[in-house]
Antibody, heavy 120, light 110 residues
Framework: QVQLQESGPGLVKPSQTLSLTCTVSGGSISSGSYYWSWIRQPAGKGLEWIGR???????NYNPSLKSRVTISEDTSKNQFSLKLSSVIAADTAMYYCATMYYGSGRLDYWGQGTLVTVSS | QSALTQPASVSGSPGQSITISCTGTSSDIGDYNYVSWYQQHPGKAPKVMIY???NRPSGVSNRFSGSKSGNTASLTISGLQAEDEADYYC??????????FGTGTKVTVL
């Protein structure tokens, strides 16, 4: 069973870049079975799909965040990462990494989430 | 892209059936069968309950079922139980090769 664990700073200053890493165990990000995805959720609000990366390196991003988002992978470490630039207070949220089963769209496995606060 | 529209809340008594709607457009729900439903308990990560409109992952109770008509997908929970009290979100693939979530529905078991 695939397990995911998010890591990164819990506090980011406005205008800086938010950087998170998702470490994968129980499966290889090179396997081709999944897209590796990021989702966020502000406190008390709904889920927002951020984007995904496939083993080929191809990416898809939420249009509303596309100009600020980069998702990348490090196959040697079995990790994938999220970078969100020029953050503002509205980017404060719980950030989840998750697997999206290839050809299905379902988000099978989720990390526990990591809270990122944007504040000076 | 705009979030899919769900009712803010739905409630029912134990044993009853409830249905949660999820309305999109012809660019997402209406044109693709990649609709998923997620259950989220407070402080927990979401869990997939339905995928590809009608399919249940292994281990999910058959009390949960999904359907779609036109631009609207639905999740039905039959034989409502106390443990079903949670937030529920739909999700759909879109013509922009992205995914969009619904606004979320809080299910209350009376």
């Amino acid at each position: 069973q695939v397990q995911l664990q998010e890591s990164g700073p819990g506090l980011v200053k406005p205008s800086q870049t938010l950087s998170l890493t998702c470490t994968v165990s129980g499966g290889s990000i090179s396997s081709g079975s999944y897209y590796w995805s990021w989702i966020r959720q502000p406190a008390g609000k709904g889920l927002e799909w951020i984007g995904r990366i496939y083993t080929s390196g191809s990416t898809n991003y939420n249009p509303s965040l596309k100009s600020r988002v980069t998702i990348s992978e490090d196959t040697s470490k079995n990790q994938f990462s999220l970078k969100l630039s020029s953050v503002i207070a509205a980017d404060t949220a719980m950030y989840y990494c998750a697997t999206m089963y290839y050809g299905s769209g379902r988000l099978d496995y989720w990390g526990q989430g990591t809270l990122v606060t944007v504040s000076s | 892209q705009s979030a899919l529209t769900q009712p803010a809340s739905v409630s029912g008594s134990p044993g009853q059936s409830i249905t949660i709607s999820c309305t999109g457009t012809s660019s997402d729900i209406g044109d693709y069968n990649y609709v998923s439903w997620y259950q989220q308990h407070p402080g927990k990560a979401p869990k997939v309950m339905i995928y590809e409109v009608t399919n249940r992952p292994s281990g999910v109770s058959n009390r949960f079922s999904g359907s779609k008509s036109g631009n609207t997908a639905s999740l039905t929970i039959s034989g409502l139980q106390a443990e079903d009290e949670a937030d529920y979100y739909c999700s759909s693939y879109t013509s922009s090769v992205t995914y969009v979530f619904g606004t979320g529905t809080k299910v209350t078991v009376l």
